[in-house]
């Protein structure tokens, strides 16, 4: 008294995925990974650009503080941010208050962001023999940085020693 069950089952009562379903399942899924991995690309370079970006940050307000501590006999006119005026110059050996005035481009290497070239301009403000406008430009020297991770300041500095007026309204130098 045994009944065979499987002769009264039809073909399409049978479980498992059939291959269509299947390929159709490995096509969703690859598109997913690949969605994942541009994701994942994007937030890597979003990343080291934003390193980049701290890194120039940091190293145009180094430059910058050099500057404002420079005494105003060692600041002299000239630079140019858009290309190299003289020599380049490791950033640390700037300390000196007497480097800073008169080099106008140097080199930070920063571990994990590699390296940030620094540019910087000393202007005279027509009228005014007593004030200079520093512009500071820091920008790392990656292709994946550039100009999306620059780092720019300004300032004006100024001579107020009341003695560097000379006898009949002239300005004379101001002293250090």
């Known amino acids: 008294m045994y ?4 002769k009264g089952r039809s073909a399409q009562s049978q479980q498992g995925f059939t291959l269509v379903e299947t390929l159709v399942a490995m096509i969703v ?7 994942v991995t541009n ?5 890597g370079t979003t990343n080291s650009v934003a390193k980049q970006s701290s890194a120039a940050a940091a ?7 050099i500057l404002k501590t420079t005494t ?25 208050s007497t480097a800073a005035g008169s080099t106008f481009n140097c080199n930070s290497d ?20 007593r004030l200079y406008f520093i512009e500071v430009r820091s920008e790392p020297e990656t292709a994946l940085g550039g100009q999306r991770a620059r780092a720019f300041f300004s300032t004006f500095r100024s001579c107020t020693d ?15």
Request: charged content about 10%.
């Open 72 to 96: 105003w006999e060692h600041l002299n006119p000239g630079g140019n941010l858009n290309g190299d005026s003289g020599p380049t110059t490791d950033c640390l050996a700037l300390g000196s």
């Open 3 to 6: 009944r065979n069950l499987s």
């Open 39 to 43: 994701l994942l690309i994007v937030a």
């Open 59 to 65: 190293a145009a307000t180094q430059v910058m503080d």
């Open 110 to 129: 920063v571990a994990g962001v590699g390296r940030i070239h620094s540019r910087w301009q000393i202007s005279t403000v027509p009228a005014s023999a």
């Open 29 to 35: 899924f690859i598109f997913g990974i690949m969605a």
């Open 162 to 176: 009341s003695r560097a007026q000379a006898p009949g309204g002239t300005v004379a130098p101001c002293p250090s």
